[in-house]
């Protein structure tokens, strides 16, 4: 069965830590995965995507996120977050063709603390 | 600028009284699908279309219809809504082939009473 899982409903870190929110995937073929962020109140932004190559990809506002396939994971990082990366996260993953759907994981809640 | 637009923002209504909720994409994208997003259950699809005149159910469509007679709009319409059908909507557009991530809409938040 095709799903993802992020195993953490909530985490709190303070500014200027760093951040790793995890993700892991179960998906047939070769997977196509993304990582969104939904501040409040707003729809879902893209942050970064991976299909190929480098596994070690990034993303905008100092994201990036490192593919694993032998753990089949996905996890998403910063090396230092700031207040306004409060919001929620999904990790999503999808396939190539035009019928594939994307499968969200049921999200990440990051609050930072001052 | 790229954007998939939806309308309303906010919505209350009641119980059976029948509604829609738009949904516009500018980037020409053949495939657009609409969500619900539910505490602790992150988005389920609930009906997607990969072009014009080209639509199926996704994992939750039981309540929902939508339509898609032009590119640009997919309508989410909701016959007689219940109160299980309080949720936040969003839909998503992306390119019907290669490797195109989705763009969503800002949401619809929708009570029904």
């Known amino acids: 069965a095709q799903s993802v899982t992020q195993p953490d409903i909530h985490i709190t870190v303070s500014e200027g830590a760093s951040l790793e929110l995890r993700c892991n995937y179960s998906?047939?073929?070769?997977?196509?995965l993304f990582w969104y962020v939904q501040s409040p109140g707003q729809g879902l932004q893209l942050l970064l995507k991976?299909?190929?190559?480098?596994?070690l990809v990034q993303g905008i506002k100092g994201f990036e996120a490192e593919f694993k396939r032998s753990q089949s994971s996905f996890n998403l990082r910063k090396p230092s977050v700031h207040w306004s990366d409060a919001a929620e996260y999904f990790c999503?993953?999808?396939?190539?063709?035009?019928?594939?759907?994307?499968?969200f994981g049921s999200g990440t809640r990051l609050s930072i603390r001052p | 600028e790229a954007q998939v637009t939806q309308n309303p923002r906010y919505l209350i209504t009641v119980t059976g009284k029948k509604l829609t909720v738009t949904c516009s994409q500018n980037?020409?994208?053949?495939?657009m699908s609409w969500y619900r997003q539910d505490p602790g259950l992150g988005l389920r699809q609930i009906y997607y279309?990969?072009?014009?005149?080209?639509?199926d159910k996704g994992d939750v469509p039981e309540g929902y219809k939508v339509s898609r007679k032009e590119k640009r709009n997919f309508p989410l319409i909701l016959e007689s809504p219940s109160p299980n059908q309080t949720s936040l909507y969003f839909c998503?557009?992306?390119?019907?082939?290669?490797?195109?991530?989705?763009?969503f809409g800002q949401g619809t938040r929708l009570t029904v009473v």
């Open positions: 991976y299909f190929s190559g480098d596994t």
């Open positions: 998906y047939g073929a070769t997977p196509y």
């Open positions: 279309s990969m072009n014009v005149e080209v639509t």
């Open positions: 980037m020409n994208h053949e495939y």
């Open positions: 999503a993953v999808g396939g190539i063709s035009s019928a594939s759907k994307i499968i």
């Open positions: 998503a557009s992306r390119p019907g082939q290669g490797l195109g991530a989705a763009f």
